[in-house]
């Protein structure tokens, strides 16, 4: 990571407020990751970070630690902190994840209609950057579907659970080649999945979302074919 890009992080100060706390910090990288901003196997500079937030270096250790439980940063002795590099396991082990949450908090909706604002926004958002050819915009876009998807529930723990894993999600797709083939197709299957719960159909919302989630994971494991003994930081 250079200076450079250590530096746009100053936009996000405001984020800390009057408390600067570790957790804080930990919500802006781990928004960052998320939004494809540091790339599996980046090494994060302590003193980079830290002069662009404007925090303590023991403040960003322990935002970095918390990451690190969260399995998006790793340690790596005498080198420094990496962003992790994802192997098939892990592209099996977050989908199994998602399928768990994701459809239980469609099944568990109840009665229509259903607050879609941000899901259909989510949705309209990816279609833009395609049509821009931006496919990091629409693999963006993607995550927020899932996000906008899980808050349906309102639950702040639920949330607060499948930000980790989203995070993780993101990490996955740069370990696919052709961005675009991955994700233009689930393009029509997010407003698929929007129109059923715009219909009040649950049971078609996961049935589309189970179909959805395992081709996903099939697609996306496929691309990690030959990386498992990767290193857990970087990509040789």
């Not at 890009?5 to 706390?21: H, P």
């Not at 989630?213 to 970087?234: E, H, I, K, M, N």
Request: proline share 3%; hydrophobic share 40%.
């Amino acid at each position: 990571m250079t200076a450079s890009e250590a530096g746009d992080l100053t936009d996000d100060r405001v984020l800390l407020g009057r408390t600067s706390t570790a957790e804080r910090v930990a919500d802006i990288l781990r928004n960052r990751v998320a939004e494809g901003y540091f790339p599996p196997g980046t090494r994060l500079s302590e003193e980079g970070i830290a002069g662009a937030l404007g925090v303590s270096r023991n403040t960003l250790r322990e935002a970095f630690r918390l990451l690190s439980h969260e399995r998006l940063l790793v340690h790596e002795l005498n080198r420094g902190v990496f962003v992790r590099v994802l192997a098939v396991d892990d592209v099996d082990d977050i989908h199994r994840t998602r399928r768990l949450v994701e459809c239980a908090v469609v099944r568990g909706l109840g009665r229509p209609p259903y607050a879609l604002g941000a899901l259909a926004d989510a949705v309209a958002v990816g279609e833009r950057a395609a049509l821009a050819g931006d496919w990091a915009g629409v693999s963006t876009a993607n995550i927020r579907f899932h996000r906008e998807l899980v808050a349906l529930a309102g639950s702040a723990r639920t949330d607060e659970l499948m930000r980790g894993v989203l995070a993780e999600l993101r990490l996955a797709f740069h370990g696919v080649d052709d961005p675009r083939a991955l994700h233009e197709p689930f393009l029509a299957r997010n407003r698929e999945i929007l129109d059923a719960l715009r219909g009040g159909d649950r049971t078609t919302a996961e049935r589309l979302l189970v179909r959805y989630l395992d081709d996903s994971r099939d697609q996306v494991a496929a691309a990690y074919t030959g990386t498992a003994d990767a290193p857990p930081g970087r990509r040789d």
